[in-house]
């Protein structure tokens, strides 16, 4: 299992500071962030790179530790910037809980830092730790429950 427990500060740091909209109202205590660590993975973008595109079946939920992600929309017309997203909230909350491909491209506007939690470490989580798993669902879903909540950034939950 791979370990990340002493890497972790930043995000919890960020995830602390973050005082927007974005942010988890419920964030996890220090114990509970060392128990998730071994199941997320670290990614790191440079600026511009796409984290995943619209319509990927790919469903890993990002925390976001440093940087700006843009999340927008495209179709054979356009492409409309939905949000703006950065350190202390997450990405990928849309897939990741509804089973249902990307309804928006995430992009890295500047260099950025991620850990991400793969669907299928989920259910690992799920069945090792289940109130660490809900606590983890719970502190998410606040932030799509907000987004979900905004009809301007309604469909920016990816």
């Known amino acids: 299992m791979y370990s990340n427990k002493s890497d972790l500060g930043g995000l919890i740091q960020a995830v602390h500071r973050c005082q927007e909209e974005e942010g988890m109202s419920n964030p996890l205590t220090l114990a509970q962030w060392e128990l998730l660590s071994p199941y997320l993975s670290p990614t790191v973008l440079a600026a511009s790179q796409v984290l995943f595109p619209q319509g990927s079946q790919e469903r890993t939920l990002f925390f976001i530790e440093s940087g700006t992600l843009s999340v927008h929309f495209?179709?054979?017309?356009?492409?409309?910037?939905?949000?703006?997203?950065?350190?202390?909230?997450?990405?990928?909350?849309?897939?990741?809980?509804?089973?249902?491909?990307?309804?928006?491209?995430?992009q890295a506007m500047s260099a950025c830092r991620l850990w991400g939690l793969p669907a299928i470490r989920f259910s690992e989580l799920s069945n090792r730790q289940p109130s660490l798993a809900l606590a983890v669902t719970m502190a998410v879903g606040s932030v799509l429950a907000k987004r979900v909540g905004d009809r301007k950034r309604r469909i920016a939950a990816t």
């Open 74 to 106: 495209e179709d054979d017309q356009s492409r409309i910037r939905l949000a703006i997203v950065g350190p202390g909230s997450v990405v990928g909350e849309g897939a990741f809980f509804s089973h249902r491909p990307r309804n928006a491209t995430v």
